[in-house]
């Protein structure tokens, strides 16, 4: 079994005492890997290097050429490692080697494209015209690194969400501390096996292996630490808020949702079935943007609901590496305990089981964390499971009579992060669309995230965007320039409303 290290100021050292734990995969309870348990002295120390790599290295200094080079370089090296990252991902994950394959080949990708966008955050100054400044002058703003970053991320997507943190922190030229989650340390460690190959300065890229409640909190509130960001549920966020305000560290955070799914009275059923299937039960439901609200017109629920049904039953569960398999386990033991209370919930809420309902355990699932993919119909917004995010598959079905209700039900959560309308009338579709409180919202498709399109949530659903230029710029100040052009004291006449010209002459 391979045992990994944590990576601190461009060295692999074990964690301090020693302490380390098996990573399981979720598929059969089997131990895959030894992972480091980092301590508190451990994140200080990669805090450190972090800063010292900032204060002190050449990092933030260099061109966004120069940084974007050693970015596509881990980028390239990622590319020739991608099928091993799918795998590990698998394996510690339980996603689909369909679904982790995607993974590796977009975490490449969009590491390709963080390098690409440091080019442009060269602190190329940006001349502000039409002032309203008295006399002469030159005006301008550059963008800056914001320091140091300490990033934490979730389960679901862990090689994807590394990247999501990696390549805007270090395309706009700050330096990183990264922590996985606990469940799903593997991709993340491997990937600092890469980092540490490409040519970045020691200390820019720290990745560090621990509990989210000990080491999470130090990177919080730790005074030498200049940004959060964090991607993970709403419940950690808030707290992650709470605590960074002590030192007022900037925060952009990732959190949950409950999306709605409003599938419109003229929707095309061929692709709207499918894509409702597709936008809830991806990855076992695990995806931070699922389509777990559908939202169907009265008349044409039972139809809808029953042909979706039928496919859905006809997905088969297995063995995440095996390319048949369609349905994988949940992470882990605790997290499928979690969905099942909240089925229990929806059942003595009301609402109608009409599929799954229960853990799948049948021969060679025996030993995995499988849940049957579960749809409830007859559920009211105000219930529980269409009000919490059950992050499993769980799908809740509503009806509504016209399109304003269908847009009040929709909004009418903490949530505002994804959504979506199905309808073959695209100016309906996007009327619909312009009334949703979302971050995102999907016409006729879901789940398409793309690298140049800023991607994050609305009310409780987070604070920022990642992804694009929006997302570059989350990792930036801004510095203003004022550069003085009048040059002689006459032409200076506002030091008078101080200092007179002939003052003591
Ligand atoms: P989580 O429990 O909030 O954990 C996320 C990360 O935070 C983990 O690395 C965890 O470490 C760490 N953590 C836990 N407690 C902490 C604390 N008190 N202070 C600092 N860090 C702490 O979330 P999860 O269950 O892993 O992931 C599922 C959630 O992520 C869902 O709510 C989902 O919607 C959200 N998500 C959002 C997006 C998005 O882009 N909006 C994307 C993906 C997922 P440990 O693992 O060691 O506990
Ligand atoms: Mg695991």
Redesign the pocket.
């Given at each position: 079994m391979d045992t990994y290290q944590l990576y601190i100021g461009g060295k692999f050292v074990d964690a301090e005492g020693g302490e380390s734990k098996p990573t399981f995969n979720p598929w059969n309870g089997e131990a895959i890997a030894n992972i480091p348990v980092a301590s508190i002295a451990d994140a200080e120390a990669a805090i450190a290097a972090a800063r010292d790599a900032f204060d002190n290295g050449p990092w933030p200094a260099m061109t966004g050429a120069e940084r974007g080079e050693i970015i596509c370089a881990l980028s390239s090296k990622m590319k020739e490692r991608m099928k091993d990252l799918a795998r590990l991902e698998s394996l510690d994950s339980g996603g689909t080697i369909a679904k982790t394959g995607a993974d590796a080949f977009l975490a490449q990708r969009q590491m390709n494209y963080f390098g690409t966008m440091a080019e442009k955050f060269n602190s190329e100054p940006k001349e502000i015209e039409g002032m309203s400044r008295p006399g002469r002058s030159y005006n301008y703003t550059i963008r800056e690194p914001i320091g140091v970053c300490a990033s934490?991320?979730?389960?679901?997507?862990p090689l994807m969400?590394a990247v999501?943190k990696l390549g805007p922190a270090l395309g706009t030229g700050n330096t990183i501390v990264l922590?996985?989650?606990?469940?799903t340390p593997l991709s993340a460690m491997e990937l600092a096996r890469i980092v540490d190959e490409c040519g970045f300065p020691p200390g820019v890229v720290n990745i560090i292996s621990?509990?989210?409640?000990k080491?999470?909190?130090l990177?919080?509130t730790h005074p030498d630490v200049d940004k959060i960001a964090?991607?993970?549920?709403?419940?950690?966020?808030k707290?992650?808020m709470a605590?960074a305000s002590g030192t007022l560290k900037k925060v952009t955070?990732?959190?949950?949702?409950k999306s709605p799914n409003i599938v419109l009275h003229d929707a095309d059923w061929d692709i709207a079935i499918d894509g409702s299937i597709f936008a809830s039960f991806y990855h076992q439901g695990?995806?931070?943007?699922s389509g777990t609200r559908l939202l169907l017109p009265a008349d044409q629920h039972d139809d809808f609901v029953g042909q979706m049904v039928a496919k859905l039953n006809s997905l088969p569960l297995g063995d995440p590496l095996d390319p048949a398999t369609k349905i994988g386990p949940v992470v882990s033991g605790s997290?499928m305990s979690t969905v099942l209370d909240y089925i229990e919930k929806g059942k003595t809420e009301g609402a109608t089981l009409v599929c799954g309902g229960e853990r799948a355990a049948d021969g060679d699932l025996a030993n995995g964390y499988f849940i049957k993919p579960t749809v409830f119909t007859d559920v009211t917004n105000d219930m529980v499971i269409a009000q919490e995010?059950i992050?499993g598959p769980v799908l809740c079905v509503m009806k509504y009579q016209d399109e304003d209700e269908a847009v009040k039900i929709a909004n009418d959560s903490i949530f505002g992060?994804g959504g979506g309308v199905w309808s073959e009338d695209i100016d309906r579709a996007r009327a619909v669309a312009g009334k949703m409180r979302t971050g995102t919202v999907w016409i006729n498709d879901w789940h398409l995230l793309s690298e140049q399109m800023p991607?994050?949530?609305y009310k409780q659903?987070?604070i920022g965007r990642?992804f694009g230029e929006e997302g570059m710029n989350e990792y930036t100040e801004v510095k203003a320039l004022h550069v003085d052009d009048a040059k002689t004291r006459e032409n200076k006449p506002w030091y008078d409303m101080l200092v007179p010209q002939d003052a003591a002459e």
């Open positions: 934490i991320i979730p389960w679901n997507f969400m999501w922590k996985p989650a606990s469940d621990g509990p989210g409640g080491i999470g909190e990177l919080t964090f991607t993970g549920s709403t419940e950690v966020g707290d992650i605590k955070l990732e959190c949950g949702g695990q995806v931070c943007e997290h995010e992050f992060l991607f994050g949530g659903s987070g990642e």
